[in-house]
């Protein structure tokens, strides 16, 4: 059929869950999947509103058999996918000196191999039809590192690394790849993980006026909807480009930090984050 079909995984709340409904609206097939249940009858019901088929199943990114399993529904319900959108992440905050290793395995297999375990499982069927496309959403932390978020940096440039090098291997299957690297959406997202430290760390003032520069810069970023409006125009392109931000201010961020020197950014940066000593 000429139905598109996109797979786009934590489409319960924030930008996934606008991105969904947007394409919807253009007549795609939307098979996706959350943690959470609840969210996913909402999501049900405005898709329902929106029309069209779609696939929801209530799962959790780390669960790799589940996933494989989600994969096979989905091309029994459709027979193809055109796209994957790569879209769950969660935040990790705090000095590093002060971070629960155990924990930060457990955020990096869910930034990092939750998004290579939803690839693995649809590459094969984009390959053999040599045509498909996977969106994953990355970070403009995944290219410009921020301090006390060490471990989130990390999985994202993980995951930024991962598609670069995927993007040769799959390049000669009709497989595009792009990365979507959204700075700090208004959302939930943040705050849920911008706990602060004990007051006795060392790390305590900076902390405290990190995560309070933030929230500014937080109430100028653009809101979920926005966000998901130019994300759904990368979904939709044919061969998007391979770094993607969503902001002309963006763009012109991460060009600047990989173009100064430290000696020049560094200072710029622990200003307009409000952490010199």
Same mark, same amino acid.
């Given at each position: 059929?000429?139905?598109?079909?996109?797979?786009?995984?934590?489409?319960?709340? =924030?930008?996934?869950?606008?991105? +969904?409904?947007?394409?919807?609206?253009? =007549?795609?097939?939307?098979?996706?999947?959350?943690?959470?249940?609840?969210? $996913?009858?909402?999501?049900?019901?405005?898709?329902?509103?929106?029309?069209?088929?779609?696939?929801?199943?209530? $799962?959790?990114?780390?669960?790799?058999?589940?996933?494989?399993?989600?994969?096979?529904?989905?091309?029994?319900?459709?027979?193809?996918?055109?796209?994957?959108?790569?879209?769950?992440?969660?935040?990790?905050? =705090?000095?590093?000196?002060?971070?629960?290793?155990?924990?930060?395995?457990?955020?990096?297999?869910?930034?990092?191999?939750?998004?290579? +375990?939803?690839?693995?499982?649809?590459?094969?069927?984009?390959?053999?039809?040599?045509?498909?496309?996977?969106?994953?959403?990355?970070?403009?932390?995944?290219?410009?590192?921020?301090?006390?978020?060490?471990?989130?940096?990390?999985?994202?440039?993980?995951?930024?690394?991962?598609?670069?090098?995927?993007?040769?291997?799959?390049?000669?299957?009709?497989?595009?790849?792009? @990365?979507?690297?959204?700075?700090?959406?208004?959302?939930?997202?943040?705050?849920k993980c911008h706990n602060r430290p004990?007051?006795?760390?060392?790390?305590?003032?900076?902390?405290?006026?990190?995560?309070?520069?933030?929230?500014?810069?937080?109430? +100028?970023?653009?809101t979920p909807l926005e966000a998901a409006?130019?994300?759904?125009?990368?979904?939709?392109?044919?061969?998007?480009? $391979?770094?993607?931000? @969503?902001?002309?201010?963006?763009?012109?961020?991460?060009?600047?930090?990989? @173009?100064?020197?430290?000696?020049?950014?560094?200072?710029?940066?622990?200003?307009?984050?409000?952490?010199?000593?």
């Amino acid at each position: 059929s000429m139905n598109k079909v996109v797979v786009i995984s934590g489409l319960g709340a =924030g930008m996934g869950y606008e991105v +969904a409904k947007i394409l919807a609206g253009k =007549g795609m097939s939307i098979a996706g999947f959350d943690m959470d249940p609840e969210a $996913l009858k909402t999501v049900k019901k405005d898709l329902d509103r929106i029309g069209g088929v779609h696939y929801l199943e209530a $799962l959790d990114i780390t669960n790799r058999p589940g996933i494989l399993k989600f994969r096979d529904k989905v091309l029994a319900e459709y027979g193809h996918v055109d796209t994957v959108l790569s879209n769950v992440g969660l935040g990790f905050f =705090g000095p590093f000196e002060e971070i629960d290793l155990e924990k930060a395995i457990k955020n990096v297999e869910i930034n990092l191999f939750g998004a290579a +375990a939803l690839l693995q499982a649809f590459i094969p069927s984009m390959r053999e039809r040599r045509y498909g496309k996977l969106v994953v959403m990355a970070s403009m932390i995944g290219r410009i590192p921020f301090p006390f978020e060490s471990i989130y940096v990390a999985g994202k440039f993980a995951v930024e690394g991962l598609v670069r090098s995927i993007r040769y291997e799959l390049e000669p299957f009709g497989i595009k790849v792009a @990365l979507v690297e959204p700075s700090q959406v208004s959302s939930q997202f943040a705050a849920k993980c911008h706990n602060r430290p004990p007051v006795d760390s060392p790390y305590y003032d900076r902390v405290v006026r990190f995560s309070k520069q933030n929230s500014e810069i937080l109430k +100028a970023s653009p809101t979920p909807l926005e966000a998901a409006k130019k994300i759904a125009a990368i979904v939709e392109e044919s061969a998007p480009k $391979l770094h993607n931000q @969503l902001s002309r201010r963006d763009s012109f961020n991460v060009k600047i930090s990989e @173009l100064l020197p430290n000696c020049i950014y560094d200072p710029m940066f622990l200003k307009h984050m409000d952490i010199k000593n």
